[in-house]
């Protein structure tokens, strides 16, 4: 495995968080850097969105496909 260097308080928390939930100090890392990994696409999601709704001609665009798609959801169904 390779080796990386982290600052003592991390490691700490990591003995912690080990005791606590019985589990590899390994595997906490790897859910930390994966819980970090999805919140930053989230955030880049979010940045994205609000760049689309703040042009006004591609969030209609965004809309009007929507709207295409909602006319399907009870497509041959009897109401």
Excluded: K
């Excluded at 990591?14 to 819980?35: C, F, G, K, N, S």
């Excluded at 970090?36 to 609000?50: D, H, W």
């Amino acid at each position: 495995m390779p080796t990386v260097r982290i600052r003592e308080e991390t490691r700490e928390a990591l003995r912690e968080l080990a005791q606590q939930t019985h589990q590899p100090t390994t595997d906490l890392l790897a859910r930390a850097v994966d819980q970090f990994r999805r919140s930053l696409i989230l955030a880049e999601t979010n940045v994205a969105y609000g760049a689309l709704r703040a042009d006004a001609a591609a969030w209609a665009e965004i809309e009007a496909e929507r709207n295409e798609w909602d006319a399907t959801l009870a497509d041959g169904l009897d109401e």
